[in-house]
């Protein structure tokens, strides 16, 4: 069979896309917005053009009192075109506000892409073992909850934190050239806010880490309950599947109410400081309007400057809630893109090209967590376009064997060689791409036949896949569908039978044109006749390439030209077909019980 397909490389072995640091929260923000530090005086200088009626309304408001109450020294031809130029601020602020919000969302929403696709990136690049030991449902609420969060308080920052921060210097600006021991009121608001956030900074944190802990557990439960519908529906367990969801939730809604009850005791006791604050200014602008320091408009002016500053302040205390779920979720973010249980591939010996022939030197392999080794002492060669099969009872360790030769993982001690080089110093992303794996559970993804058969390759002439689908005897049920190979399969493959959808992985296996293939179970999902024709097209594949294959079922390892049987990690007997059973040892006993 000659196959043509091009591999897509896109996306292979990419780096991250900024130096993560999530005990910098703030500084990982900037560098996840990508832009250099001049972008921001452009939109700032936007926020400030578009703010400015807000800050120039009080000026007009002193005006008019002073023109009404001293006529004589206020003239209301000034106050008439000074009101001109607040309508003229007014009428600029719906395009400038537009524009503002354009390049704030312009910029965060790339980031929240770019942070999606570096947790994708990272995510494809941690070890087998970092996906065993974490739950699905806890990574998709990173992807996803995670950096939803971090968009929501990157857009309270732009927005409201601007506003605060503009507001309060134009305040004290403009207070400092008319009068400056009123500094001295507006300067007492700022250790009020500090000690209030300070005061409730650890409480907040700490519940908003338990509530995200939390959630991050639920999302696992939903994931979890959903692969188990069949299995609890089955089995009536519907009821036990629900309590154990409701004592998730149970959790959820306490750990919530108390995180909720503590960011509102938090922004009250902001609101009624900076109130207090506000009635005492009064006091003061009143008394020194009656000692003839300052006029009824100034009066007019200072309450509104400093009700301003108190509503900016105000802000900070009520963003800051929201501020602490967006530094959790970065720091949430943190134990995927800063794990550094990643395989290492950069400056390893590139692999241009694989012949097959696979050597195991005295492998052991122990999971993590465990005493007992997997493998003991494995040794195994395989040449270039052997066929090795593995048997034994469950637990032998024959998946491990799988796991080393793919090297999702490596040897605890010993070493394998691929063409004579030791694994260990070779980029294993470009020896995937020599390799097929069809493993026991198949995997589909939302999408058509033909997708799911060709994916990850840029081409695939009509040809080549014809010919695939008919080796692998996918047409015996793709020629009955309404649409033939562009049929939807549905989630998982839903709307096929397990034969059809392994049918289809070794279909997608077979079109790589591979110089290794694994066989992890991959009849199992198959009812005897079709078994017996899809060994048959395995067998005609493999021809000229190495080959494993993992299986219980004997008869799918008749053809092997060397079977290998394993008990507790260790090879008990190693031969062909015939030689195992003249020997009348494990293998011979196992085929009488198979019957």
Same mark, same amino acid.
Not at 264 to 285: E, N, P, R
Not at 314 to 328: C, I, L
């Given at each position: 069979?000659?196959?043509?397909?091009?591999?897509?490389?896109?996306?292979?072995?990419?780096?991250?896309?900024?130096?993560?640091?999530?005990?910098?929260?703030?500084?990982?923000?900037?560098?996840?917005?990508?832009?250099?530090?001049?972008?921001?005086?452009?939109?700032?200088?936007?926020?400030?053009?578009?703010?400015?009626?807000?800050?120039?309304?009080?000026?007009?408001?002193?005006?008019?009192?002073?023109?009404?109450?001293?006529?004589?020294?206020?003239?209301?031809?000034?106050?008439?075109?000074?009101?001109?130029?607040?309508?003229?601020?007014?009428?600029?602020?719906?395009?400038?506000?537009?524009?503002?919000?354009?390049?704030?969302?312009?910029?965060?929403?790339?980031?929240?892409?770019?942070?999606?696709?570096?947790?994708?990136?990272?995510?494809?690049?941690?070890?087998i073992g970092f996906h065993d030991k974490t739950e699905t449902g806890r990574l998709?609420?990173?992807?996803?909850?995670?950096?939803?969060?971090?968009?929501?308080?990157?857009?309270?920052?732009?927005?409201?934190?601007?506003?605060?921060?503009?507001?309060?210097?134009?305040?004290?600006?403009?207070?400092?050239?008319?009068?400056?021991?009123?500094?001295?009121?507006?300067?007492?608001?700022?250790?009020?806010?500090?000690?209030?956030?300070?005061?409730?900074?650890?409480?907040?944190?700490?519940?908003?880490?338990?509530?995200?802990?939390?959630?991050?557990?639920?999302?696992?439960?939903?994931?979890?309950?959903?692969?188990?519908?069949?299995?609890?529906?089955?089995?009536?367990?519907?009821?036990?599947?629900?309590?154990?969801?409701?004592?998730?939730?149970?959790?959820?809604?306490?750990?919530?109410?108390?995180?909720?009850?503590?960011?509102?005791?938090?922004?009250?006791?902001?609101?009624?400081?900076?109130?207090?604050? &506000?009635?005492? +200014? %009064?006091? !003061?602008? /009143?008394?020194?309007?009656?000692? #003839? $320091? =300052?006029?009824?408009?100034?009066?007019?002016?200072?309450?509104?400057?400093?009700?301003?500053?108190?509503?900016?302040?105000?802000?900070?205390?009520?963003?800051?809630?929201?501020?602490?779920?967006?530094?959790?979720?970065?720091?949430?973010?943190?134990?995927?893109?800063?794990?550094?249980?990643?395989?290492?591939?950069?400056?390893?010996?590139?692999?241009?090209?694989?012949?097959?022939?696979?050597?195991?030197?005295?492998?052991?392999?122990?999971?993590?967590?465990?005493?007992?080794?997997?493998?003991?002492?494995?040794?195994?060669?395989?040449?270039?376009?052997?066929?090795?099969?593995?048997?034994?009872?469950?637990?032998?360790?024959?998946? &491990?064997?799988? +796991? %080393?030769? !793919?090297? /999702?993982?490596?040897?605890?001690? #010993? $070493? =394998?060689?691929?063409?004579?080089?030791?694994?260990?110093?070779?980029?294993?992303?470009?020896?995937?791409?020599?390799?097929?794996?069809?493993?026991?559970?198949?995997?589909?993804?939302?999408?058509?036949?033909?997708?799911?058969?060709?994916?990850?390759?840029?081409?695939?002439?009509?040809?080549?896949?014809?010919?695939?689908?008919?080796?692998?005897?996918?047409?015996?049920?793709?020629?009955?569908?309404?649409?033939?190979?562009?049929?939807?399969?549905?989630?998982?493959?839903?709307?096929?039978?397990?034969?059809?959808?392994?049918?289809?992985?070794?279909?997608?296996?077979?079109?790589?044109?591979?110089?290794?293939?694994?066989?992890?179970?991959?009849?199992?999902? %198959?009812?005897?006749?079709?078994?017996?024709?899809?060994?048959?097209? =395995?067998?005609?594949?493999?021809?000229?390439?190495?080959?494993?294959?993992?299986?219980?079922?004997?008869?799918?390892?008749?053809?092997?030209?060397?079977?290998?049987?394993?008990?507790?990690?260790?090879?008990?007997?190693?031969?062909?077909?015939?030689?195992?059973?003249?020997?009348?040892?494990?293998?011979?006993?196992?085929?009488?019980?198979?019957?």
């Open positions: 069979m000659s196959l043509s397909v091009r591999h897509n490389t896109q996306a292979r072995g990419q780096p991250l896309e900024f130096h993560y640091r999530s005990r910098n929260p703030f500084g990982t923000l900037i560098a996840l917005a990508g832009r250099s530090g001049w972008f921001y005086l452009w939109p700032l200088t936007i926020f400030v053009l578009k703010q400015s009626p807000a800050w120039v309304i009080p000026i007009l408001s002193a005006k008019a009192i002073d023109t009404l109450s001293d006529p004589a020294r206020h003239s209301l031809h000034d106050l008439l075109m000074f009101g001109v130029f607040t309508l003229l601020l007014l009428a600029q602020n719906v395009p400038m506000h537009t524009y503002f919000i354009h390049l704030v969302s312009t910029t965060i929403r790339r980031m929240e892409q770019r942070l999606r696709m570096s947790l994708v990136i990272r995510l494809q690049q941690l070890s998709q609420a990173k992807v996803l909850r995670d950096v939803e969060q971090i968009q929501t308080m990157s857009m309270y920052l732009c927005e409201s934190g601007t506003m605060g921060v503009t507001t309060i210097v134009f305040a004290l600006c403009l207070t400092a050239a008319k009068d400056p021991p009123m500094l001295l009121v507006y300067l007492a608001l700022a250790p009020v806010a500090v000690f209030l956030i300070r005061f409730f900074k650890k409480s907040i944190r700490e519940r908003n880490r338990d509530f995200r802990s939390n959630m991050e557990s639920v999302s696992a439960e939903v994931a979890q309950m959903l692969d188990m519908i069949p299995v609890t529906r089955a089995h009536g367990l519907e009821g036990s599947a629900i309590s154990r969801f409701r004592r998730q939730t149970d959790t959820l809604l306490q750990r919530g109410v108390h995180l909720d009850r503590l960011n509102a005791t938090f922004v009250s006791s902001s609101w009624v400081t900076f109130q207090t604050t &506000t009635i005492l +200014g %009064l006091c !003061i602008t /009143f008394w020194l309007c009656r000692a #003839g $320091r =300052i006029s009824v408009g100034d009066v007019v002016l200072y309450q509104g400057l400093l009700m301003q500053i108190v509503a900016s302040i105000s802000v900070f205390t009520n963003v800051y809630p929201q501020v602490a779920k967006g530094v959790e979720s970065i720091r949430s973010i943190g134990e995927v893109l800063e794990c550094p249980d990643i395989e290492l591939n950069e400056g390893k010996q590139p692999v241009t090209r694989v012949e097959g022939a696979i050597e195991f030197e005295r492998v052991e392999y122990s999971y993590p967590g465990t005493s007992i080794p997997a493998l003991k002492g494995f040794s195994l060669r395989a040449a270039a376009g052997d066929c090795v099969a593995l048997v034994g009872p469950s637990g032998a360790g024959k998946s &491990t064997v799988m +796991g %080393l030769a !793919i090297g /999702f993982r490596r040897p605890t001690s #010993g $070493r =394998i060689l691929l063409d004579g080089a030791d694994m260990q110093t070779l980029d294993m992303r470009q020896y995937r791409r020599f390799i097929s794996v069809v493993p026991q559970q198949t995997y589909l993804f939302r999408g058509t036949i033909r997708e799911n058969i060709t994916f990850g390759l840029d081409a695939v002439d009509r040809r080549t896949l014809d010919e695939v689908v008919e080796m692998t005897h996918v047409s015996d049920f793709v020629r009955n569908l309404p649409e033939g190979l562009d049929t939807p399969v549905g989630e998982g493959g839903s709307t096929l039978s397990g034969g059809q959808r392994q049918r289809i992985a070794i279909a997608r296996a077979m079109i790589r044109d591979p110089r290794l293939i694994i066989f992890d179970e991959a009849t199992t999902a %198959l009812d005897a006749e079709s078994e017996n024709l899809v060994q048959d097209a =395995i067998y005609r594949m493999i021809q000229g390439r190495t080959t494993f294959i993992v299986a219980h079922r004997l008869s799918t390892v008749r053809k092997a030209g060397k079977i290998v049987f394993l008990r507790a990690g260790q090879v008990v007997e190693q031969g062909s077909y015939d030689e195992l059973m003249a020997l009348g040892g494990d293998f011979f006993r196992m085929n009488e019980l198979a019957g």
